[in-house]
């Protein structure tokens, strides 16, 4: 078994006053070349976007970008036509594939927007961009695993150009579960604790700390305190 870990409190830090954001890997200013990236996992922002504010129209290509919400609700525009509107319970994916802009905005006048920004590098390039979103069943991860993303559109969750598999959990405090890898051979997993403190394959975590592992078939993972877990299999190898 092969592990790295990243306390929350050794995340890259930007404030950009209407946004501040919290870098698990290297992200704009935020460089450190032993952070680059978790195999195909390239960006984890952890991200706050004050009342009335949003990131205006900018451009992205061949990158799978992943959008969870936690708090809040978020205007997503792009250039293929789709206005939505992403909310805590959803989960929306973007295939840059050849080439997109798009604009993502806090509507809200009083109230912050609080969601997760993840990148992952797709196994095909410049394929026609895509657009999808979908809404949870959170009730579905109260205690055991909720798989929201995966490579099939027949799978559940939103999917991705990848062989990659998200997966969602809500946990009280004492229940243990066990995450079997579905290409152990190949991926790792990138364990991200949302809320709570958990151990995972005897390594204590807390609240927003990040533990990969791989060389592994399965994760043994224990609350140790009620928590929520986002667990992101991603190839090691891009």
């Known amino acids: 078994m092969n592990t790295v870990l990243h306390k929350a409190d050794t995340r890259g830090d930007a404030n950009h006053g209407w946004l501040q954001s919290k870098h698990s890997f290297s992200f704009a200013n935020y460089h450190n070349p032993e952070r680059m990236n978790f195999g195909v996992l390239r960006v984890l922002n952890d991200d706050v976007v004050a009342a009335g504010r949003g990131f205006g129209t900018h451009a992205h290509q061949n990158m799978e970008i992943i959008s969870i919400p936690m708090e809040g609700d978020l205007e997503h525009k792009d250039s293929m036509g789709n206005v939505a ?3 805590s319970g959803d ?6 594939g050849k080439g997109m802009t798009h604009s993502e905005y806090n509507r809200n006048l009083e109230k912050e927007v609080e969601f997760l920004q993840i990148w992952v590098l797709p196994k095909v390039k410049n394929v026609a961009p895509r657009y999808d979103q979908i809404a949870l069943n959170v009730q579905d991860r109260n205690n055991q695993l909720q798989q929201v993303l995966s490579p099939s559109p027949e799978d559940d ?6 062989d990659a598999w ?3 959990t809500n946990l009280s ?3 243990e579960l066990t995450y079997q890898l579905n290409h152990p ?3 790792g997993v990138y364990v991200f604790v949302l809320k709570g403190n ?6 204590p975590l807390n609240k927003r700390d990040g533990f990969g592992v791989w060389d592994v078939t ?3 993972i224990k609350a140790d305190s009620d928590a929520e877990l986002l667990l992101m299999e991603v190839p090691m190898n891009e």
């Open 185 to 187: 051979e190949k991926n």
């Open 85 to 87: 509107v992403i909310k």
């Open 218 to 220: 399965e994760l043994d």
């Open 166 to 168: 998200f997966t969602m």
């Open 91 to 96: 989960i929306q994916v973007l295939s840059a």
């Open 173 to 175: 405090e004492g229940k």
């Open 157 to 162: 969750g939103v999917w991705v150009h990848q």
């Open 198 to 203: 958990a151990t995972i394959n005897k390594q």
